[in-house]
């Protein structure tokens, strides 16, 4: 539903689910990628949504939509946000288009605080800063001692991510591994969001628990493969994958499984160590330091072991055909969701569009319709390492039920429903 917001010298301020629409946007469409993105240079750091459609009618539908809208929207010169605050950056209403929008940029990293749907690839579908240094890690890293355990000069972590914005996108062969490990580790802590959000690092943490071994693989398989949004699921196996080729040459580099989930699992499962995942043995945080040092040792212990044993059953969790059968069970799902309550009553923390509500459970009452399976994606990054707030968003049906998560660093959420455009 757009929405309009009043306005000085007579002219409105159109909303979309939150989105201040002005005439500087462009549309910028990936077909292979299904990916539609509408970029804003208005402001100081400019603006950037990303929706994924599920099929290539509904991304041109949605990119027809879009273009319509943003041609009857105000100019960017003179725009007023939902603070009621008076803006006119006559400066920045640059009449938009992607590549002004990246020069724009260039005086905020196009590195760190990226949204984890492009934490891997760039929105031309190349592959990210994070994603090249992975492979780096992989060719250049398995035989350099003590590899993401040792810490690399700040400033010279700080001085490469400075070379790549400025054009260096490519990682020599002499390059020094400790800095590019340290630079994927600031990349990932740098992250809007946890890689792993809190109610899928409790799905692990229960499927962890669990005796008897084979139970145990098989339960932090579904965890993973039925929990997390895919984008997430990415990225995760992605750095697992990662962590998996360093530690099989630990007779070289001397990083066992352990070893490489003791730096790594901090970044990956964020909540966990921040309490937000309940354990059996809780000590009360409220009391004395000592306490509270406890409650922060059993943390960091069980999500170390939760990382170790994802990379010694690499091979068994992430194989092929489970996640292939995964697919396959996720697309069944999805024709007969419409009767699936028995499917509901077996994983009662699923959303009906196959994705776990990261922070809150939703409202059963607005659960039950079906074609919110058939929606796409929605991302947005504001500012990638200046902003405040970084909103990632679910766009169920563009044209019928949209249903927005603004998600906070410190995982605050709102809600808000729009309906038609």
């Not at 993401?148 to 010279?156: F, G, K, N, T, Y």
Request: hydrophobic share 35%; aromatic share 6%.
């Amino acid at each position: 539903m757009q929405s309009a917001l009043p306005q000085r010298g007579g002219e409105v301020n159109l909303t979309l689910g939150g989105i201040d629409l002005n005439n500087s946007g462009s549309v910028v469409v990936r077909e292979d990628k299904k990916l539609l993105t509408v970029l804003f240079p208005d402001g100081r750091d400019g603006r950037a949504f990303t929706l994924k459609a599920e099929t290539s009618e509904d991304l041109y539908e949605w990119k027809t939509a879009l273009e319509h809208a943003l041609a009857q929207a105000p100019s960017a010169a003179l725009v007023m946000g939902h603070n009621g605050i008076f803006r006119n950056d006559t400066a920045d209403a640059i009449e938009g288009s992607f590549h002004q929008w990246r020069d724009k940029r260039t005086a905020k990293s196009l590195v760190v605080g990226r949204p984890i749907l492009l934490a891997l690839e760039d929105i031309d579908g190349s592959p990210s800063f994070l994603e090249k240094a992975l492979q780096f890690l992989e060719k250049f890293g398995t035989k350099v001692e003590g590899i993401l355990r040792q810490s690399a000069d700040v400033e010279e972590v700080d001085r490469r991510v400075q070379e790549y914005d400025q054009g260096k996108t490519e990682f020599d062969s002499d390059e020094d591994a400790h800095v590019v490990g340290d630079c994927v580790k600031h990349v990932l802590r740098e992250l809007p969001s946890s890689p792993v959000p809190a109610s899928c690092c409790t799905a692990l943490l229960e499927a962890y628990k669990i005796d008897r071994k084979e139970a145990r693989i098989n339960a932090m398989r579904s965890a993973i493969l039925e929990t997390f949004p895919e984008p997430n699921r990415r990225l995760l196996q992605r750095i697992l994958k990662m962590m998996h080729t360093i530690s099989s040459h630990s007779h070289v580099n001397r990083m066992t499984p352990s070893a490489v989930a003791a730096c790594m699992a901090p970044l990956l499962l964020r909540p966990l160590l921040a309490g937000e995942c309940e354990l059996e043995d809780d000590f009360d945080v409220n009391g004395d330091s000592s306490a509270q040092l406890l409650a922060a040792a059993n943390a960091a212990n069980n999500a170390q072991a939760i990382i170790t044993t994802l990379l010694e059953e690499y091979e068994n969790i992430f194989d092929d055909e489970s996640l292939q059968r995964c697919s396959i069970s996720a697309d069944s799902q999805i024709e007969n969701s419409a009767s699936e309550d028995s499917t509901d009553e077996e994983n009662p923390d699923m959303k009906d569009n196959g994705y776990h509500d990261a922070e809150n459970e939703a409202d059963p009452d607005t659960d039950d319709d079906p074609e919110r399976v058939l929606s796409g994606k929605l991302s947005e990054s504001s500012g990638y390492a200046g902003s405040d707030l970084y909103d990632y968003k679910v766009l169920y049906n563009l044209f019928s039920l949209i249903q927005i998560k603004f998600i906070h660093p410190w995982y605050y959420m709102l809600e808000h429903t729009i309906h038609r455009i």
